[in-house]
């Protein structure tokens, strides 16, 4: 079998589930898309998987979608 297994982090950004993480860690999973599948696992527990909504190589940039989301998440904030 030619399964790989990767570890990367990200951060969830909003209640839907939206989490944004680096390009670079979801690559191999884009690129072969038949072979690898994305999953998370919450330090509360909580696991699924996730799909890719966007991804940005220049910029090292990739965004995500959560199969069930419920996580904590991080509130936005503003400069003021």
Not at 4 to 11: D, R, V
């Amino acid at each position: 079998s030619n399964k790989k297994a990767a570890i990367g982090s990200a951060f969830q950004f909003s209640k839907d589930g939206h989490l944004a993480t680096n390009y670079h860690v979801v690559a191999e999973a884009i690129a072969r898309p038949d072979a690898n599948r994305l999953e998370y696992l919450h330090e509360n527990g909580g696991r699924g998987a996730l799909r890719v909504l966007a991804a940005d190589v220049v910029n090292d940039l990739a965004i995500l979608a959560m199969e069930k989301p419920g996580a904590v998440f991080l509130e936005p904030g503003t400069s003021d």
